[in-house]
């Protein structure tokens, strides 16, 4: 079976939806040309010149990586840095580029759930819960129509709350309408004052899905006009953000968890603030950079926080309360691109999906 590469796209999004990436993001399709034939797939971290040669001799021209290679603009393309050099090595072989970056750090099965999987890290929830990302649609139907606009809006994604679907509120009252000379009213004529018992539904949804959400209320009414109400909530969402936490099986001793945690995840080296002489049982892990959710681990009440790029003042901000430990960036997200590989062999069973033997780390140890 032969695909284009848009084709592919829906299975990437499925992987990682874009509306998930954080806003100064550059996820999704950076290169290529979406009607190219599809000859391969090659999956890495990042998304250099070398992987780019990679891509070349084993015949795959969708190369999706974890980290954007073009994260802010180019006003010039002359291979001047290694930014550069990789987009026009790409564009002069026609390979495109997809990347997934925060959209997978953000998803509930992602960077972060890898993270904990790997340590052994128990019943984790989201450490930084993803805020303006919940919206909520309240519309109006006749009362014998109720259950099926609700249905066709659970179809469509809508009343989703933490780790129960279909939830949704209702209740009842009058309407009132009057059709002007252009109307076609379901229930009463033209110029006629109607009074209608109605059901108020209200849903949530994830704010990507509103399209979807509306044509799924129209098609399902009868109304000539709907009416209908769309809010943004303040509400976090409970399972998509940054980070986690949770439980180690057995308190282990500060020495011995960040030992594991070096084997684990073949560390060259673990910076950490001083030792506290106590248990470490409650672990909150952010792959990548994560200085910014120290604060959030310390109220969380993790015993330890792992995560990578601190710098030397952010190790107070354990502030004698937790183990602060940086085991660096790459290995943080070090099972990131054999979790992808994983992902599309099984959604794409017949065609080739490579993961790249290049490593793309930068940070080397004596």
């Given amino acids: 079976m032969s695909y284009r590469i848009k084709e592919i796209l829906p299975i990437l999004e499925e992987l990682a939806p874009l509306a998930y990436a954080e806003d100064f993001d550059?996820?999704?399709?950076?290169?290529?040309?979406?009607?190219?034939?599809?000859?391969?797939?090659?999956?890495?971290?990042?998304?250099?010149?070398?992987?780019?040669d990679e891509a070349i001799a084993k015949k795959c021209n969708l190369v999706v990586c974890f980290h954007p290679i073009l994260f802010s603009g180019l006003k010039k393309i002359t291979g001047k840095n290694y930014v550069e050099r990789a987009v026009i090595?790409?564009?002069?072989?026609?390979?495109?580029?997809?990347?997934?970056?925060?959209?997978?750090?953000?998803?509930?099965?992602?960077?972060?759930?890898?993270f904990c999987n790997a340590l052994g890290i128990l019943n984790s929830s989201v450490l930084v819960p993803k805020s303006d990302f919940i919206q909520k649609l309240v519309t109006f139907a006749p009362v014998e129509d109720a259950a099926t606009i609700r249905t066709a809006l659970f179809a469509a994604g809508a009343?989703?709350?933490?780790?129960?679907?279909?939830?949704?509120?209702?209740?009842?009252?009058?309407?009132?309408?009057?059709?002007?000379?252009?109307?076609?009213?379901v229930v009463g004529e033209r110029f006629e004052m109607v009074e209608?018992?109605?059901?108020?539904?209200?849903?949530?949804?994830?704010?990507?899905?509103?399209?979807?959400?509306?044509?799924?209320?129209?098609?399902?009414?009868?109304?000539?006009?709907?009416?209908y109400e769309v809010y943004s909530l303040q509400n976090s969402h409970q399972n998509i953000g940054l980070g986690r936490i949770g439980q180690l099986e057995h308190p282990m001793d500060e020495v011995d968890f960040l030992k594991k945690v070096k084997s684990k995840l073949d560390c060259g080296g673990i910076r950490h603030s001083a030792f506290l002489g106590k248990k470490i049982q409650k672990v909150a892990v952010l792959g990548g950079s994560g200085s910014f959710a120290i604060k959030n681990a310390l109220q969380a009440g993790a015993d330890c926080y792992l995560t990578a790029d601190l710098?030397?003042?952010?190790?107070?901000?354990?502030?004698?309360?937790?183990?602060?430990?940086?085991?660096?960036?790459?290995?943080?997200?070090?099972?990131?691109?054999?979790?992808?590989?994983?992902?599309?062999?099984?959604?794409?069973?017949?065609?080739?999906?490579?993961?790249s033997e290049e490593n793309t780390n930068p940070v080397k140890y004596l």
């Fill in 26 to 52: 550059n996820v999704g399709l950076l290169v290529g040309d979406v009607e190219s034939a599809l000859t391969g797939i090659l999956v890495c971290h990042d998304a250099l010149e070398t992987v780019i």
């Fill in 89 to 114: 090595k790409a564009i002069k072989n026609d390979i495109a580029i997809y990347a997934v970056h925060t959209a997978l750090d953000n998803h509930p099965n992602g960077v972060n759930a890898l």
């Fill in 159 to 185: 009343g989703t709350i933490g780790n129960y679907e279909n939830c949704s509120f209702s209740s009842t009252g009058t309407g009132t309408y009057q059709g002007n000379e252009n109307s076609n009213p």
């Fill in 311 to 355: 710098k030397y003042h952010n190790f107070y901000e354990a502030e004698g309360k937790m183990l602060l430990a940086d085991i660096g960036h790459f290995e943080s997200e070090r099972f990131t691109k054999n979790y992808i590989v994983d992902f599309l062999k099984e959604k794409i069973t017949n065609f080739a999906v490579v993961l």
């Fill in 196 to 227: 209608a018992q109605e059901v108020k539904i209200e849903v949530t949804f994830e704010k990507h899905l509103q399209s979807k959400i509306l044509k799924a209320l129209f098609a399902s009414h009868r109304y000539e006009e709907v009416a």
